[in-house]
């Protein structure tokens, strides 16, 4: 009986410290988005089916966003989905996550034509793109 309790006991921390993670990798998103995120699960499914056959995208991307899918639809959830509000908060965070970093892999018109939802909810999780370098003086042209 008390091995039992142990392992429950084991079991529950684990599951406390994977729910801390979570909430700490969703503070590293940018502010604002967590309410965003939890209508754009749907579109996240079929932009993972798009990207998986679009041969623009490099395979490291493309396990990412496979990965993030599969997250998606898995009935096994870190943080169960009857809890409200942080209920889909282990999925938006996977998902978010694997997209920005298919982000700085693939280009932006690629990811935006997968996208099937509103295109600001996307450019808005993947940030500013990053600019060339200016010229320093006598490196530009004259």
Not at 22 to 28: D, E, F, K, T, Y
Not at 60 to 80: E, F, H, M, N, T
């Amino acid at each position: 009986m008390r091995q039992w309790l142990i392992g429950l006991a084991v079991g529950a921390g684990l599951l406390l410290a994977s729910w801390g993670l979570l909430i700490v990798l969703a503070r590293r998103l940018p502010p604002g988005i967590l309410r965003d995120l939890a209508a754009f699960i749907p579109d996240c499914v079929t932009a993972v089916r798009k990207l998986r056959k679009d041969p623009r995208v490099p395979r490291r991307a493309k396990v990412a966003v496979i990965v993030a899918g599969v997250w998606v639809a898995s009935p096994i959830d870190l943080i169960p989905e009857f809890i409200p509000v942080i209920g889909p908060l282990d999925d938006i965070v996977v998902v978010a996550l694997a997209l920005r970093y298919a982000g700085r892999q693939v280009p932006r018109e690629v990811l935006l034509a997968a996208w099937p939802g509103d295109p600001r909810l996307l450019e808005r999780l993947l940030g500013q793109p990053k600019r060339s370098p200016e010229p320093v003086d006598g490196d530009g042209p004259v």
